[in-house]
């Protein structure tokens, strides 16, 4: 097995600029920088903060449902003939998906800085759904940016953020889609900062969101290295595998193996329908180096250096850059990248909810897409650990119409 | 420092600026996307706006993602795109008709496509094509003193940065320090887009932002009528106008006189800026 070079504790932070390398930074409009200058000196100030802290935590244990179970996949294990295939289940967090972590400890936070009024971005649903969540439960107005095409696919996450008495806007600008409503929220924001707090979804945007929405998803690696430990007798797999859209569920699993040289870490894209142009969301593959949302990362985008069309079966994959941390800890030889395309994350998804009875999100589907043939070539002796990022009830349609489609359950999965 | 305090006063865009005071005036400085509605009416309407006053053109590099950018721009951006536009069609434009127009211009632009092609690139394409000045909307100067200013400084090109009426003293004086030729005051802590009225606090922090700023301060976003202009003009360097004419070319892309009506609508702009 390959062996890593751990990167040191301070390699591992950005700098002050929020740049990891020469990634990340803080590319935005000046009428951006009062808020992101306040937003992260409140961030170094409440994430000592033991009151903080601990509020936090109270939550996450009472509200949220943490620690997440981590689950020997046994007939999944089995099916595959390889190494044992641990699954970490964000799937069983309230509202289904890790997102909760993220979107309550901004929340938390914006309540601590008085702000009264909380907006985000969704693409799926899933990361509008948590930050509406979280509003409710602390009592903030919540205003989430959706494009039209994604609310018309996603209509009952729609409502369901609706039902948390959140307002869902419609952003009818571009492609209508995840990379529309973050702009259409930074817009918002530049308006509105005075009261209200931007909840970003992922480890994208300036400083100082990637490094605080990882810090708030390091808890799936953290939880997953002690369960390990009990359940496999090693802390450490052999390979740890999450999807990765903005990626953050990937950074908050990655993020406690990054000093464990002899962990291999893969992260999985969007192959979408294939590599041609506009047909996936792989920027590992597909992308070069441009700046889109305030840093300087792997986009998705033509020679002129516009920002061009994504596809995933996947809403949350379905994303034209990608972390800045992920492409340094790339560029480092620490993550290893591939994809799955739509095709293979559907299988991913019949066959996990066939030999475990866990339906997984599609995004999360991916992942195991990965690990169906990865485990194959491992000794069974070795131990890969899947971040199960959500659960696939709100894919449900999504899959059964990709079925009817392609003519077969599973697209002759079996 | 002497050698870019000298190339300062030299420039092309610090000349205008340096007429228009010895009149006793403010400049006047239209923004236009370039491309809208088309690349081959884009020179037409360039003409329109010196004719109508134009003192400096901001020419509007459209971008897929324009996160500063009120509905009216973004729209005006979009037909661009789909009209074909983009950083090198832009450049051609200039390189073809600057000198015929005789003012300066301003490249307006997000910083990706700057980027594609490489700042160095970017910076030699761009002096070749006789651009002014550029400012990059999301790269403040945090990161572009490090990333674009070098490049741009040694081809002779102005760099222009925007103050916000958020930004602290520490971040006036850093944009200030960082710009050349004039800096860019923005009316509103909003994206751009026309408003019925002007902030009733906007002289004030003008006055301010003069105070710490050695070079001519220019105030845009959120001004669309000859009133509003006449009431920015007491107290800013530049008048910057934006929403009104992209508005203005969305709403008579089709008709064959449209340079005649945007000439017609700068002249008024520009009235209360003459004597």
Redesign the interface.
């Known amino acids: 097995m390959k062996v890593r070079t751990p990167l040191s504790a301070a390699a591992m932070e950005p700098d002050e600029g929020g740049r990891y390398g020469v990634y990340g930074g803080r590319y935005a409009p000046e009428t951006l920088m009062a808020p992101l200058e306040e937003l992260s000196r409140a961030w170094d100030r409440l994430r000592r903060k033991r009151t903080f802290q601990r509020r936090l935590n109270h939550l996450l244990e009472h509200y949220v449902g943490r620690p997440t179970p981590l689950y020997f996949a046994e007939r999944l294990t089995e099916h595959l003939g390889g190494a044992r295939v641990y699954l970490k289940r964000e799937d069983l967090l309230h509202t289904g998906a890790h997102k909760i972590n993220n979107a309550l400890g901004q929340v938390l936070l914006a309540k601590e800085m008085g702000k009264t009024r909380i907006i985000a971005e969704t693409g799926a649903g899933q990361h509008g759904v948590a930050t509406a969540t979280a509003a409710a439960l602390l009592g903030l107005d919540c205003v989430v940016y959706m494009g039209e095409e994604d609310m018309r696919r996603q209509r009952l996450n729609v409502y369901r953020m609706q039902l948390l008495g959140a307002e869902v806007a419609p952003v009818d600008a571009g492609s209508q889609t995840l990379k529309d409503a973050i702009n259409e929220a930074f817009r918002d924001w530049v308006a509105s900062f005075a009261d209200t707090h931007y909840v970003l979804g992922t480890v994208t945007g300036p400083e100082p969101y990637p490094r605080m929405v990882r810090q708030f998803h390091r808890v799936i690696g953290a939880e997953a290295r002690r369960q390990l430990r009990r359940l496999a007798g090693t802390p450490d797999p052999d390979v740890a595998v999450a999807c990765v859209g903005g990626g953050s569920n990937a950074m908050g699993l990655f993020s406690a193996f990054l000093d464990r040289p002899d962990v291999l870490l893969v992260g999985v894209e969007a192959g979408g329908r294939g590599p041609g142009p506009g047909d996936h969301a792989a920027r590992f593959s597909g992308g070069t180096l441009g700046v889109l949302h305030g840093a300087r990362t792997l986009v998705l985008q033509d020679e002129e250096g516009q920002v061009v069309g994504t596809h995933s079966v996947s809403a949350g994959l379905d994303y034209p850059a990608v972390g800045p941390e992920h492409v340094f800890l790339h560029e480092q030889g620490q993550i290893e990248f591939t994809s799955a395309t739509d095709q293979e994350a559907i299988e991913g998804f019949h066959l996990l909810s066939a030999t475990e009875g866990i339906l997984p999100a599609l995004e999360s589907a991916h992942a195991i897409a990965e690990v169906t043939r990865r485990a194959p070539e491992m000794e069974p002796d070795r131990v890969i650990l899947v971040n199960l990022s959500g659960r696939g009830d709100k894919d449900v349609e999504s899959v059964l119409e990709y079925d009817g489609a392609s003519g077969a359950p599973g697209g002759g999965a079996e | 420092m002497s050698a870019r305090r000298k190339r300062r006063s030299n420039s092309a865009i610090t000349a205008a600026f340096s007429r228009c005071a010895k009149r006793k005036r403010s400049a006047f400085i239209p923004f236009l996307v370039a491309g809208d509605p088309s690349l081959e009416a884009t020179p037409d309407l360039l003409r329109a706006l010196v004719a109508g006053g134009a003192d400096v053109i901001e020419l509007g590099v459209a ?9 009216t721009i ?1 729209r005006g951006s ?1 037909r661009a ?1 789909a009209a074909g536009s ?3 069609a832009v450049l051609g434009i200039v390189e073809r008709h600057r000198e015929e127009l005789g003012v300066p211009i301003v490249l307006f632009t997000y ?7 490489g700042v160095d690139a970017f910076a030699a394409q761009a002096a070749d094509s006789g651009v002014d000045g550029v400012l990059c ?4 100067p ?2 572009g003193l490090r990333e674009l200013q070098p490049a741009l400084e040694q081809r002779g090109v102005d760099s222009i ?4 009426a ?3 003293r520490e ?1 006036i004086d850093r ?1 200030a320090a960082a710009s050349n030729g004039f800096v860019y005051y ?1 009316a ?4 751009t887009g026309e408003r019925e009225d002007l902030i009733p606090t906007l002289a004030r922090e003008v006055k301010r932002v003069r105070r710490r700023v050695r070079l001519p301060v220019a105030v845009g976003f959120g001004i669309s009528t000859p009133r509003q202009v006449e009431e920015v003009a007491k107290v800013a360097h530049g008048v910057v106008v934006g929403s009104a004419l992209v508005r203005l070319v969305e709403e008579n892309a089709a008709q064959p006189d449209l340079a005649a009506r945007l000439e017609r609508r700068v002249g008024e702009l520009t009235e209360p800026l003459r004597d």
């Open positions: 971008f897929s993602d324009p996160i500063a950018d009120g509905p973004q979009h795109l983009s950083l090198s910083y990706n496509p700057v980027h594609a092609r909307v999301d790269l403040p945090d990161e940065y925007l103050i916000a958020t930004s602290t971040r944009a923005t509103r802590s909003d994206v």
